[in-house]
């Protein structure tokens, strides 16, 4: 027979069990706290001109996008004065847009484009206005048809830049007339100083000022819960959101993610090639990382040069492009390009055709050109990276709502899961897309669109 190690006393023997239960308990409480919903500071401000008044008009009003024939007349004697510079030989779209491409875009912009045709297609959908925090914010909202038995849910998508609200177009039917018992009644608002929201007077109008924007509109619609798509700034808005109401955020859907650097990432840069599976890497995520130099580092400085101009000195930068169609047509399509595949830069047209219709583009650049918010629009550049954002507090929280994410091959950063559960806890869904690039929503409005019902249908199961 064996004997015990030790022999206990009953005193001893009610001490390590009290112990035991002790240790146990702040186990749990620890699991608990991880587990809690944690929140960051809403905060509040107020960017309309002047002072804040005593009180705000908290109406919601329709919106009807309007153009003129004195508009289009403008826009016409604009683009017949435009000067080019000759295309350097051989140089494609490495050099940036090639003008020889660019007339062609002007001609058809000028002789062929319908602006009037446009906007009856932009009005498809109910805009409305309403005034939050001094400024006259823009959004659409779509209800779906009508169907016994089905499940409606709340659902707002968010742009980035240089898109607007219209990038959506072409998926909002798939969210709102679905066929298996879920539809989606989406908002898509335009972040203020892009398109038809007001451009913030007052300077700070950053990613937790416009989540809080945001927050106030659902709220203002009656909504008490509801999910979050987005990509670009959309990806930081709608996470900020999540962070500061995850009470009210059914789940957060994003086609872009920037990781939190870290440790753990550091050493799966180093490592992750050749043992993926000690840091949690794919064979896809392998695929899409590695040479780490040359697919990451070096393409994101070759693309990045707007966001440090843009960073720094937008309104130098942007008056040029506020003044000429032709010169905003170039910066803007230019990114329509190269970020939906970096091999367009080998080619003439830059491959624009490929993936979108001229008409589709222009409307886009219109949006920008006839509200002129090119400006506004790159000042959030400034208004969020003029100070680390990564010592930022929204940066330094986790997200802790159901996540799900969409990886598209075309991405300008990949970000592999595991890089992802830093900063999101709760990742339900994680999606190797096919295809497609920045511009998810614009470029594969199907595949995007189906990758947001099956998460939201994994959330709804839970």
Same mark, same amino acid.
């Given at each position: 027979? %064996? ?11 009610q001490?390590l ?16 706290k ?9 905060? #509040?401000? /107020? ?20 153009t003129?024939? #004195?508009?289009?007349?403008? =826009? ?14 051989d140089?494609?779209?490495q ?14 912009w000028?002789? %062929?484009?319908d /602006? ?5 297609? @932009? ?11 001094g ?12 169907? #016994?038995?089905?499940q !409606?849910? +709340? ?5 980035g /830049? +240089? ?15 679905? %066929? ?9 608002p ?5 398109g038809?929201?007001?451009a +913030?007077?007052?300077?700070g ?7 809080? !924007?945001?927050?106030?509109?659902m ?13 670009d ?6 996470t $900020?959101m999540?962070?500061?109401?995850p ?9 872009? !993610?920037?990781?939190?650097?870290s440790?753990?990432?550091m050493?799966?840069?180093l490592?992750?090639?050749? @043992? ?12 899409? =990382?590695?040479?780490?130099?040359e ?14 101009i ?6 130098t930068?942007g008056?040029? @492009? ?5 010169? @905003?047509?170039?910066y803007i ?5 190269? /970020?939906t ?16 219709? =001229? ?15 090119? !400006?506004?629009?790159?000042r959030?550049?400034?208004? $969020?990276? %003029?100070?680390?954002?990564?010592k ?14 969409a990886a598209? +091959?075309?991405?300008?950063v990949h970000?592999?899961r595991?890089w992802?559960?830093?900063r999101?806890? $709760? ?19 199907q595949?995007?669109a ?6 939201v249908?994994?959330? #709804?199961?839970?």
């Amino acid at each position: 027979m %064996q004997r015990p190690l030790v022999n206990l006393d009953p005193f001893q023997q009610q001490l390590l069990a009290g112990s035991a239960v002790a240790v146990g308990g702040i186990c749990v409480y620890l699991m608990y706290k991880r587990r809690q919903v944690k929140s960051i500071p809403i905060g #509040e401000g /107020w960017w309309g001109a002047g002072e804040k008044p005593p009180a705000e008009d908290d109406k919601i009003y329709s919106f009807e996008v309007e153009t003129s024939q #004195e508009e289009i007349e403008e =826009l016409h004697r604009r683009i017949d004065r435009t000067r080019y510079t000759d295309p350097i030989e051989d140089g494609c779209f490495q050099y940036g847009f090639n003008s020889t491409y660019l007339k062609m875009v002007a001609s058809y912009w000028r002789h %062929q484009f319908d /602006w009037k045709k446009q906007v009856a297609v @932009l009005n498809k959908y109910p805009h409305f206005k309403t005034r939050i925090e001094g400024l006259d914010v823009h959004f659409i909202h779509i209800q779906p048809p009508h169907r #016994e038995g089905q499940q !409606v849910l +709340p659902l707002m998508l968010v742009h980035g /830049w +240089p898109g607007s609200f219209f990038e959506f177009y072409k998926m909002l039917p798939l969210l709102t007339d679905t %066929q298996a018992g879920l539809a989606f009644e989406v908002i898509c608002p335009s972040i203020p100083g892009y398109g038809f929201s007001e451009a +913030p007077h007052k300077q700070g109008f950053d990613s937790l000022a416009a989540a809080r !924007v945001f927050l106030t509109l659902m709220e203002r619609l009656g909504f008490s819960q509801f999910y979050l798509q987005g990509g670009d700034w959309g990806s930081l808005i709608t996470t $900020n959101m999540a962070q500061m109401q995850p009470q009210h955020v059914k789940g957060l859907h994003l086609n872009m !993610v920037i990781a939190r650097r870290s440790l753990k990432s550091m050493l799966s840069i180093l490592i992750g090639r050749y @043992l993926p599976f000690l840091v949690g890497f794919t064979r896809e995520d392998v695929r899409r =990382l590695f040479p780490f130099m040359e697919k990451n580092v070096y393409e994101t400085l070759r693309e990045t040069g707007y966001l440090h101009i843009q960073a720094t000195k937008p309104d130098t930068a942007g008056c040029g @492009l506020n003044d000429s169609p032709v010169g @905003l047509a170039a910066y803007i399509l230019e990114k329509f390009s190269s /970020w939906t595949d970096l091999k367009n830069r080998d080619l003439e047209d830059g491959g624009l055709e490929r993936k979108f219709k =001229l008409d589709e583009l222009l409307t886009n650049v219109m949006i920008y050109w006839t509200t002129g918010t090119i !400006v506004s629009s790159m000042r959030f550049y400034k208004e $969020n990276l %003029q100070t680390n954002i990564e010592k930022r507090g929204d940066m330094r929280s986790g997200i802790f709502v159901p996540t799900g994410v969409a990886a598209f +091959p075309g991405e300008l950063v990949h970000c592999p899961r595991s890089w992802a559960e830093i900063r999101y806890r $709760n990742i339900l869904s994680y999606s190797y897309m096919s295809q497609g690039g920045h511009f998810a929503a614009f470029e594969e409005p199907q595949l995007l669109a189906n990758d947001i019902i099956q998460f939201v249908k994994k959330v #709804e199961k839970l």
